[in-house]
């Protein structure tokens, strides 16, 4: 008689749907690496669902707002004049925070929200009218089995949207630097372009580059051409690098992490993020392209 002893395999516990005979035992695992069923890629919160009443309630009360928002729609398409919007050597700032409105575009996140480390962070008004994004990130990790990196911080930009909660994108195609004036702790940050494709293998699509601060009380403008921007998706660099697509760019953030022993506080002010076009960058982008083979794909 044939037992579940003898049976060899990788995979455990086996899924048993028969008890009388072993026809109905599977033991290969689901593969999901080319589809996901949602964008936070595995986090399943569960949040309290409002009842029908007050969601009808909360929508006549935006509304008003919606309506609004569409009516400066209409305005900036008729008033806009793209000879005059971007002008060679001027900054345009698309972020600042001077007041506490500004700061409700941006959603801060560390791997404590989610279960996953004890690195904490916020971001709120300076005393020197500037947005602070400060505190702690820590590699230790949970002694579960399961986590085995840990220690980060992140704050971007919610989802660009037009009026009645149609998504968009920001359309920087007419800039070539990005500006930025602030004032660190010496740690080097990353900037990220989210740039979320339709399908769900673009959803992490990220464009990435360094921000190297100097620290001390100074303040310090950064210009950083889009050309310098390297391609990646979930964290990993890709051998198929292509240039920042700037019209389909759907969040802008900053990251920090505790590697290579850098656990301990952070500290970086930023007065404002603009763009510029500067004539004098004819760069289109700055690496190399290497031809792979066929089935070498996104790795």
């Keep these: ?53 007050q969601m009808i309630l909360d929508g006549l009360k935006e509304l008003k707002e919606e309506i609004k928002l569409w009516k400066e729609e209409i305005k900036e398409t008729w008033e806009s004049d793209p000879i005059l ?3 060679p050597g001027e900054t345009d700032v698309v972020f600042n ?78 800039y070539n630097m990005l500006v930025l004036k602030v004032r660190g702790d010496g740690r080097n940050y990353l900037i990220n372009l989210h740039c979320e494709g339709y399908f769900d293998l673009m959803w992490n699509d990220v464009y990435h580059f360094a921000l190297y601060t100097r620290g001390g009380p100074h303040w310090q403008i950064s210009k950083i051409p889009f050309s310098k921007f390297f391609y990646s998706n979930k964290g990993r660099i890709q051998d198929r690098q292509q240039a920042v697509p700037l019209n389909q760019i759907t969040h802008f953030g900053f990251s920090v992490s505790a590697k290579n022993g850098m656990d301990g506080p952070f500290n970086l002010e930023i007065d404002y993020i603009g763009l510029e076009f500067d004539p004098n960058h004819r760069e289109e982008f700055a690496y190399e392209m290497y031809r792979t083979q066929n089935y070498v794909a996104a790795t």
């Design 1 to 53: 008689m044939l037992t579940l002893s003898r049976i060899s395999c990788h995979y455990l516990p086996l899924c048993v749907q028969s008890l009388n005979g072993l026809s109905h035992i599977h033991t290969s695992e689901v593969l999901s690496a080319f589809w996901e069923s949602e964008k936070k890629s595995g986090y399943k919160t569960a949040l309290p669902q409002p009842s029908k009443k």
């Design 85 to 87: 919007v971007y002008r």
């Design 97 to 174: 925070f001077k007041n506490q409105e500004s700061l409700e575009k941006w959603i801060v996140t560390s791997d404590k929200d989610h279960n996953e480390g004890r690195s904490t962070a916020t971001l709120e008004l300076s005393n020197s009218g500037g947005g602070l994004f400060h505190g702690n990130v820590s590699s230790e990790l949970f002694r579960d089995g399961i986590i085995k990196r840990t220690g980060y911080a992140s704050m971007r930009t919610k989802r660009v949207r037009k009026s009645f909660k149609r998504e968009s994108t920001y359309d920087w195609s007419q």
